[in-house]
C-alpha cells in the first residue's frame, strides 16, 4: 500500500530531473575548412564551418555569420554567409595577404539559441610571436530573449504541479472512499 502511494511522486520526481532536450540541442562545431591551427600556403576561396545539427535559416533570411579577419582585423570574407544544413559558408575576396586569418562565427541552431566562436588558421610564411595559437572555441553568448528560466524549465515546473494536483485530488479520494468502508 506505502509503494502505491509513493510511486507517483517517484515518477513525478525522476521526470523533472530528466535532462532536458531544448538544453542540450546547441550546435558545436565539427569540422571546418581550413582546419583550426592549420598552415595553408595560398588563401582559399571560401571557408566552410560545419555543425553537429542543422542551422536555422528564418525564411529568406539567414540568422548565421561566418567571417574571416586578417591579422589586422580587415575582414577579408565577401560578407554574403550560405547556410546548407548544418554547414555555413562564406566566400573570401582575392588578396595577396599572408600571416594569421581569423575566422569567426555566430550561428543559430535549429532550437533557436545562438551560438558563436573563433578559431586561427595561417597562410605563408610567418614570423614566430609570443602569442600562442588558439584551437577552435566557443565563447559566451549573450542571452536571447525567451532563454530564462521559464523558457527552459516551464514545462517541467507546469507538470510537476499538475502531478502534486493529480496526487492531492488521489489522496483526498482515497481517503473519502475509506471512510465510506
Do not use: C
Not at 58 to 68: A, D, K, Q, R, Y
Not at 152 to 167: E, F
Amino acid at each position: 500500500m506505502r509503494l502505491r502511494r509513493l510511486l507517483p511522486l517517484t515518477i513525478l520526481t525522476a521526470l523533472f530531473f530528466l535532462p532536458s532536450p531544448l538544453a542540450q540541442a546547441h550546435a558545436e562545431l565539427v569540422s571546418s575548412t581550413p582546419a583550426a591551427g592549420s598552415h595553408l600556403d595560398t588563401l582559399p576561396t571560401q571557408v566552410e564551418v560545419t555543425f553537429d545539427g542543422n542551422l536555422l535559416a528564418i525564411g529568406g533570411s539567414n540568422p548565421n555569420v561566418l567571417m574571416v579577419k586578417d591579422s589586422q582585423g580587415t575582414r577579408i570574407d565577401t560578407g554574403n554567409s550560405h547556410v546548407s544544413g548544418a554547414s555555413l559558408t562564406v566566400g573570401l575576396q582575392s588578396v595577396s595577404t599572408t600571416g594569421r586569418f581569423e575566422v569567426s562565427w555566430r550561428v543559430v541552431s535549429s532550437d533557436g539559441h545562438p551560438e558563436e566562436g573563433s578559431y586561427l588558421f595561417t597562410v605563408g610564411k610567418i614570423e614566430a610571436s609570443a602569442t600562442p595559437t588558439p584551437s577552435a572555441s566557443a565563447k559566451p553568448v549573450a542571452p536571447v530573449p525567451g532563454d530564462s528560466f521559464w523558457a527552459r524549465y516551464g514545462t517541467r515546473v507546469m507538470l510537476a504541479l499538475l502531478g502534486m494536483l493529480s496526487i492531492g485530488i488521489w489522496f483526498r479520494f482515497e481517503r473519502a472512499r475509506r471512510k465510506t468502508k
